[in-house]
């Protein structure tokens, strides 16, 4: 079974609510994905115009909101387009949850065009994201948006 389909198989899984579920496919991604050091879903939060973290797998992070246009998450918020740090260090409107990240990619979640979220994933090695760390997360996203509640309130 590849990622997809086990990520697949985890929305498939109706006992566990759409939280949980989240918080299972990063588990599964930070295990089978060696340069994932953390993995999180933001979910965009309109009224307050920020993003909330509703789940991640790795060490705790101070960045459970992030305001729209801050940091790297919160860039991906306006701009709806992927984003792949080589080296965090190099950039000057970067949020740091911990100094061993070194590198990071941020994809975000479109329903009709309409940014509900991202995925964040950092790594503790410069240079860690590629094209197929992009298409794996380009997929990954497409499926959160296939079993995305319509009745989801953050
Ligand atoms: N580095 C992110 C903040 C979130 S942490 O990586 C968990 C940013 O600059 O938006």
Not at 120 to 140: G, P, V
Request: hydrophobic letters at 35%; charged letters at 25%; proline letters at 4%.
């Amino acid at each position: 079974m590849d990622i997809i389909q086990k990520v697949r198989k985890i929305f498939q899984q109706n006992e566990l609510d759409f939280k949980r579920q989240l918080q299972n496919v990063c588990a599964l991604l930070k295990t089978q994905k060696e340069h994932f050091d953390w993995v999180g879903f933001y979910l965009v939060d309109q009224s307050k115009k920020n993003l909330r973290l509703v789940a991640y797998s790795g060490e705790p992070t101070q960045h459970e909101r992030i305001p729209f246009g801050k940091g790297i998450c919160g860039q991906v918020a306006e701009s709806n387009q992927v984003f792949i740090v080589p080296d965090v260090a190099a950039e000057n409107n970067y949020l740091s949850c911990s100094p061993k990240v070194k590198s990071e990619i941020v994809y975000p979640i479109l329903i009709n065009d309409k940014n509900v979220g991202q995925i964040d994933i950092d790594s503790h090695k410069k240079n860690a994201f590629d094209s197929n760390d992009e298409r794996l997360l380009k997929n990954i996203c497409h499926t959160v948006t296939k079993y995305f509640p319509s009745n989801f309130v953050i």
